[in-house]
């Protein structure tokens, strides 16, 4: 049966490479709205349940389809990607000397089954001055990133620590894909 990986996030096309398993990429063309309230847990539950289940409607072969949503929470508030600069900086001041948290929501479908479970990591960022804010804006990287910024890229420069699993915070908890993958629809990965 093939896998297909409903996103368009670059960094989730490479990190499923880490489990050995051919693929397809076939991106979700759904409404990705959060709800006034509602936790970021069941935001990225729900709405990575909304990727995975619009892919899968539109196959006409057997598929076991993957769909994945990461968001960036500070005292539950979620930050989305900042539409420009000045409102890169600001999450970036509001997340400075402070604990974050990171979710990822995964489903995944073979159309009978459907599996979806979430992965919180918590991050917390150096206290950071408004010439390290503005440097780091000054990059280009927090512009298509949850909260403004990249762990696995020059964000790795804000980060003090981290507790929890790291690929979260990139995009795709590879390791809980990996179970939900062999436990419940018997695929075999590398490992």
Request: net charge negative; charged share 30%; glycine share 8%.
């Amino acid at each position: 049966m093939k896998i297909i990986l409903a996103s368009a996030s670059p960094r989730r096309r490479e990190l499923i490479k880490n489990l050995g398993i051919e693929y397809e990429v076939k991106t979700a063309d759904c409404e990705e709205e959060t709800v006034l309230g509602e936790h970021p847990k069941d935001t990225v539950t729900r709405l990575s349940r909304t990727k995975a289940l619009w892919v899968a409607e539109r196959e006409t072969a057997p598929a076991i389809v993957i769909g994945a949503d990461t968001v960036v929470a500070i005292d539950d508030e979620i930050l989305g990607k900042p539409a420009n600069r000045d409102e890169a900086a600001k999450m970036l001041r509001e997340l400075s000397g402070r604990t974050h948290r990171v979710y990822t929501g995964i489903t995944v479908t073979d159309g009978n089954k459907t599996v979806s479970e979430y992965v919180r990591t918590d991050v917390k960022f150096y206290e950071l001055s408004d010439k390290q804010i503005e440097s780091y804006v000054s990059t280009g990287e927090p512009m298509d990133k949850a909260g403004a910024y990249g762990i696995q890229e020059y964000g790795s420069l804000l980060v003090e620590s981290i507790s929890g699993d790291y690929f979260n915070v990139v995009g795709l908890p590879v390791s809980r894909l990996r179970r939900v993958l062999n436990e419940n629809f018997g695929v075999k990965t590398l490992i």
